[in-house]
């Protein structure tokens, strides 16, 4: 299975001056530990990073500190995540029939995530982890004021891994860059083109490094799988 790894932010929300993914989480770098997990998953075989260029000297240090034995590829990431991922996808050898997309940020999906959303892929067009919501959502206008509440049991928080057949994926982004569709996932533009998107449980733990609380917290749930 070939994967692409999109790494190309800034971290915005994080509020720091360089790329989130270089933060250490238990004395590892953020993306080494997402690295780690793909190199963990057997259905792995090639791993496409999509980062800034300026990124490159130091994600080439971390991932040779790691010892990889599976092919990396490193291909330069755009403005946004949508971009970066058009960019991975025009990189992918001319033989992968499936992709699946996983964030840099999500550095605690474990292997076996990796691996089941691989297995799966095999058998439909499109699917993402996701979890059952546990808040009550609620829809709200610019003023601050409720609309409506959607109910909970049919919404679910997506994560990453994301699997898609690769030439289907391709014509979504094409049809979205014509169309100048913004989506912060590709199952997204999956959806767009009135293609089925499956579900596939994801993991609680499997969370978006985003914030600062968030690194506290991906602290806490790594120490505990020692
Ligand atoms: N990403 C990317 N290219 C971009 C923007 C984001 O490859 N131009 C990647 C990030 O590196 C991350 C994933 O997409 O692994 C999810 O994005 P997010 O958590 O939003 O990361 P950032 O965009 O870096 O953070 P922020 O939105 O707070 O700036
Ligand atoms: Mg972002």
Known sequence: MYLLIPSAGIGKRMGGTRNKLLLEVRSQAIIAWTL?????????????????????????????????TKPVEFIAGGDTRQESVYNGLQALPATAEHVLIHDGARCLATPDLLDSCAEAIRQCSGLI???????????VDDHGIIQSTPDRRQLWAAQTPQGFNVKLLKECHAQGV???????????????C???VQIVPGEETNLKITTPQDLAIAEFILSNRE
Do not use: H, M, Y
């Not at 259905?43 to 260029?53: D, F, M, R, V, Y």
């Open 129 to 139: 982890a996701a979890v059952p919501v546990k808040d009550t959502i609620k829809v």
């Open 194 to 196: 009135g293609i089925e």
């Open 36 to 68: 780690k997990a793909a190199a963990a998953a057997s259905t792995i075989k090639w791993i496409g990073i999509i980062s800034q260029p300026c990124d490159w000297p130091e994600f080439k240090d971390i991932i040779a500190d790691l010892n990889l």
């Open 178 to 192: 014509r169309q100048g569709w913004e989506v912060t996932d590709d199952a997204a533009l999956f959806e767009k």
